[in-house]
């Protein structure tokens, strides 16, 4: 049974930094596309940021726009841990945060994806 564990949240000022991790378990998720979403109160979920295998034996991130050079995603397949490093946070990037796995053909689109975690909460005070 695969279950995705996200931790690493919490309450942080405006220009603080958070890291946050998504622990998978059930099988190995080498080859497969991992992401992260988050979803404000009253909002839809949104694409945050993916990391996928290339046929290249690499891996490729991309990020949406509100985040990109803020936000790094990162991967330990050794761990089966995605991480979601986070700086200069700004009050807008207040919401839950998701972790998901999945084969997709969009990545930023969340019903792509097959199996997500509960989320963790990412408050950030002006």
């Known amino acids: 049974q695969v279950q995705l564990v996200e931790s690493g949240g919490g309450l942080v000022q405006a220009g603080g930094s958070l890291r946050l991790s998504c622990v998978a378990s059930?099988?190995?998720?080498?080859?497969?596309?991992m992401g992260w979403f988050r979803q404000a109160p009253g909002k839809e979920r949104e694409f945050v940021a993916t990391?996928?295998?290339?046929?290249?034996?690499?891996?490729?991130?991309d990020y949406a726009d509100s985040v990109k050079g803020r936000f790094t995603v990162s991967r330990d397949n050794a761990k089966n841990t995605l991480y979601l490093q986070m700086n200069s946070l700004r009050p807008d990037d207040t919401a839950v945060y998701y972790c998901?796995?999945?084969?997709?053909?969009?990545?930023?689109?969340?019903?792509?994806?097959?199996?997500w975690g509960q989320g963790t909460q990412v408050t950030v005070s002006s």
């Open positions: 998901a796995v999945g084969s997709p053909l969009d990545f930023s689109k969340v019903r792509e994806y097959d199996y």
């Open positions: 059930g099988r190995t998720f080498s080859r497969d596309t």
């Open positions: 990391i996928r295998w290339s046929t290249g034996r690499t891996y490729y991130a």
